[in-house]
């Protein structure tokens, strides 16, 4: 089993910036792959943003530039660096890892608000 705990969500004006963690405990060790997805009201839950554990990255058309997803696997911590946020970006960020056995973990979630 994976626990993780996310934070770092809030209000910010559009243009305005946030930073996301999302902190894994237990079995570690089978950590692959680690992202973040969010989910808007009335829509599907959708990928932001991965990171394999060699560091190779996976975006949405929609954060490309704007997002940046970085891994620290020392701490076991993955970050968003959200840049330029837009209303639309409003949602429920879910931090999410994959084992190497294809195994999903989630976070609790974490509010992001971008106000107009």
């Known amino acids: 089993q994976v626990q993780l705990v996310e934070s770092g969500g809030g209000l910010v004006q559009a243009g305005g910036s946030l930073r996301l963690s999302c902190a894994a405990s237990g079995s570690i060790f089978s950590i692959n792959t680690m992202g973040w997805y969010r989910q808007a009201p009335g829509k599907q839950r959708e990928l932001v943003a991965a990171?394999?554990?060699?560091?190779?990255?996976n975006y949405a058309d929609s954060v490309k530039v704007r997002f940046t997803i970085s891994r620290d696997n020392a701490k076991n911590t993955v970050y968003l660096q959200m840049n330029s946020l837009k209303p639309e970006d409003t949602a429920v960020y879910y931090c999410?890892?994959?084992?190497?056995?294809?195994?999903?973990?989630w976070g609790q979630g974490t509010q992001v608000t971008v106000s107009s």
């Open positions: 990171i394999g554990r060699s560091g190779t990255t």
């Open positions: 999410n890892t994959k084992s190497f056995l294809g195994q999903d973990y």
